[in-house]
């Protein structure tokens, strides 16, 4: 059964970088079938998705964030990483972790069929 | 950007009830070639990852109910939960991923009436 993982700092400074760590275990970050990604949800509110990498190491970022965010894989350890850098209060989510099934038309994966279980992330001084 | 619209924003149904819930994208998800509809459903509870009950609008994922069930092409779909559990009482979310970026719909939450 695949598990996914999210890690990380759980407070973040206003202008530094996000970064946090999903492990994968039940599953290889190097399959060719599938994409890993990174969802995010601000408190009470909706879903937005930040990107996918494959096991290629290509990547698809939502251009709302693409200027800002990094998303790589660690095929050593099996997990993938986000990075997200001049955060703001606007910033402030719940992360998770996700495996997008390939089936997009242009690529990024497609419906998320795993996911983990969440990592709240706060900016703020 | 495709943009995904729910309806309605909450709704309160007894158990046993129907319950139906709306989505509309604004741009067609259905691809002509396949004839496929990439949109996707899931719950979330409070405190959960979302939960994927539904792919291509209409296949349901292994393990879930087949109480809920999804309906629709091109721009308008419907989940539907034909008898609600106490269990179902969540969140609603509806993706397409056609093309990215991948986006959501803002939820339709779903309460015991």
């Known amino acids: 059964q695949l598990q996914l993982q999210e890690s990380g700092p759980g407070l973040v400074k206003p202008s530094e970088t996000l970064s946090l760590i999903c492990s994968v275990s039940?599953?290889?970050?190097?399959?060719?079938?599938?994409?890993w990604g990174w969802i995010r949800q601000p408190p009470g509110k909706g879903l937005e998705w930040i990107g996918s990498?494959?096991?290629?190491?290509?990547?698809f970022y939502n251009p709302s964030l693409e200027s800002r965010v990094t998303i790589s894989l660690d095929t050593s350890k099996n997990q993938f990483s986000l990075k997200l850098n001049s955060v703001t209060a606007a910033d402030t989510a719940v992360y998770y972790c996700?495996?997008?099934?390939?089936?997009?038309?242009?690529?990024?994966?497609?419906?998320?069929?795993?996911w983990g279980q969440g990592a709240l992330v706060t900016v703020s001084s | 950007d495709i943009v995904m619209t729910q309806s309605p924003d909450s709704l309160a149904v007894s158990l046993g009830e129907r319950a139906t819930l709306n989505c509309k994208s604004s741009q067609s998800v259905l691809y002509s070639t396949n004839n496929e509809n990439y949109l996707a459903w899931y719950q979330q509870k409070p405190g959960q990852p979302p939960k994927l009950l539904i792919k291509w609008a209409s296949t349901r994922e292994s393990g879930v109910p087949d109480r809920f069930r999804g309906s629709g092409s091109g721009t308008d779909f419907t989940l539907t939960i034909s008898s609600l559990q106490a269990e179902d009482v969540a969140a609603y979310y509806c993706?397409?991923?056609?093309?990215?970026?991948?986006?959501f719909g803002p939820g339709t939450k779903v309460d015991l009436k």
């Open positions: 996700a495996r997008p099934v390939a089936g997009s038309l242009n690529g990024g994966g497609g419906y998320f069929d795993y």
């Open positions: 990498i494959y096991y290629s190491g290509s990547t």
């Open positions: 039940g599953g290889s970050v190097t399959s060719s079938r599938y994409y």
């Open positions: 993706q397409q991923y056609y093309n990215f970026p991948f986006t």
